[in-house]
């Protein structure tokens, strides 16, 4: 079974950083061949895309609103996609999936995710 476990969330006052950490297992294909990205489901709001990255490290995707502060990274060694937050929003605060999808394109933005992970929570303090 496709497991996607993030971690790495917690409570961080206004302007520190975080890394979280998506641990990824059960691919059915090579962990080079899915496109990668990390949402956020903001309470009060529907879920935005925060974060992707294509195939193979390739192109990356940023959300305007986080964009300068946020870096997504992917480690083919450990099967693993991270995001490291810095400079962090009272905003920001949200719970933070990681999702997958086999194969796509080098503009990830332009895709569906199948894959999902249950989330871990960020809380920013003002």
């Known amino acids: 079974e496709v497991q996607l476990v993030e971690s790495g969330g917690g409570l961080v006052q206004a302007g520190g950083s975080l890394r979280l950490s998506c641990a990824t297992s059960g691919f059915t294909f090579d962990f080079d061949d899915y496109t990668l990205g990390w949402f956020r489901q903001v309470p009060g709001k529907g879920r935005e895309r925060v974060a992707c990255?294509?195939?193979?490290?390739?192109?990356?995707y940023y959300a305007d609103s986080v964009k300068g502060r946020f870096t997504i990274s992917s480690d083919k060694s450990k099967n693993t996609v991270d995001l490291q937050m810095n400079s962090l929003k009272p905003e920001d605060t949200a719970v933070y999936h990681c999702?997958?999808?086999?194969?796509?394109?080098?503009?990830?933005?332009?895709?569906?995710?199948?894959?999902w992970g249950q989330g871990t929570q960020v809380t920013v303090s003002s």
């Open positions: 999702a997958a999808l086999s194969g796509g394109g080098i503009y990830c933005e332009r895709y569906d995710f199948e894959r």
């Open positions: 990255i294509g195939r193979r490290g390739g192109r990356q």
